[in-house]
């Protein structure tokens, strides 16, 4: 029996991965629910995301392992390079390391039509409401009142009341700038990055996580999104250039870069097993984005109103996991709402499971991320190659860095185990 009354219902903002994955939850919850998307047409925008085996698991138990597997590649493994090509470690991925669940790399745009067809399809076509962007939110006893404004044409429309808001929309969030109306900037990391994307025959095993390099001199994380994009076998490969400097460009993830801004950091990249120049240089788009992140708020949820995904806890990308702990966050939503009579007792139970748990994931992203691995190699050998990788560092040790990072966004296998 559903913890909200029958004709109660919760006004989703935002279609990104975060809302559409929380629509899906309460609809197999029972809990009726509605999304209102800015935009006027949803188009299959962005990059290369990974769902690592703690948001996939949710993801299949939504019924969607298929769908997802055949637009994704199902991740076999995890490697770590120096910037003279150079294997420091190897670990496998998903189901391949034991897990009960894959790990997916996946255009963003790919991720976000299977939800959005799946919510269409399940919660009706009018479940995704368009070209209604947030302007700000009221509450009183009964209900939460969102305003909206027509992205197209800029006129007013009509307010929407419902017993809980959620607000699913990102970093430029409304309601979070309402919220929060003395945040302050966006914190720069120190690190700008470009993006792209080239199709490319299949690198290592064809399904390879790679980080390469470091931040210093030019960092590289490469793996493929797509397979077979030609029918002649090749894939398409997603590629993120990281390198600290200071300068610092707007946050928006539409933002054009240039190659030449960044490409003779990666200059001789030439490995037995990629050409990194070549890469590049068959990239038709280039984006351009400063890695940042937000301070961990102290409060998420005012009343019937509450923040999810990157809303809540923007992060930097450094350990592949901001999508994932919004769709962590979508079921752990879904539990409250079903299990918690009260609406505003629920999304308050919510924020005081998640809000702490992700400030961590946050704050371990900062400082030691996955990649915290070639660092640790890169200010051992000063910056120069090795003969043998453990007279650097020894395999338990690379195995004690990673296994704290799982740990702590929520993915070890322990906790995927014992979870519920």
Known sequence: MNALHSGDDVLIIGAGIGGLVLALELHDAGIPCRVYEAVPEIRP????????????????????????????????????????????????????????????????????QVLLQAVRERLGPDAVVLDHRCTGVTQDDRSAQVRFRSSSTGAELPTVAASAVVACDGIHSAIRAQLHPDEGLPRYSGINMWRGTTVARPILTGASMIRAGWLDRGKMVIYPIRDNVDGQGNQLINWVAEIETPRQVERDWGRQGRLEDFFDAFADWHFDWLDVPALLRGTEQVLEYPMVDQDPLDRWTFGRVTLLGDAAHPMVPRGSNGAGQAIVDARVLRRSLSTIGDPQAALQAYADQRLPATAQVVRTNRSTPPDVIIREVWERTKDQPFDRIEDVISQAELEAISRRYKEIAGFSPEVLRTGD
């Open 45 to 112: 925008l962005g990059v290369g995301i990974n769902i690592l085996p703690h948001a996939s698991r949710v993801l299949c138990q939504l019924g969607l392992e298929s769908e997802l597997a055949r637009v994704a590649v199902t991740t076999r493994e995890s490697v770590f390079y120096n910037r003279f090509g150079q294997l420091i470690y190897r670990e496998p991925s998903g189901r391949f390391a034991g897990y009960d669940y894959p790990q997916f790399s996946v255009h963003r745009g790919d991720l976000q």
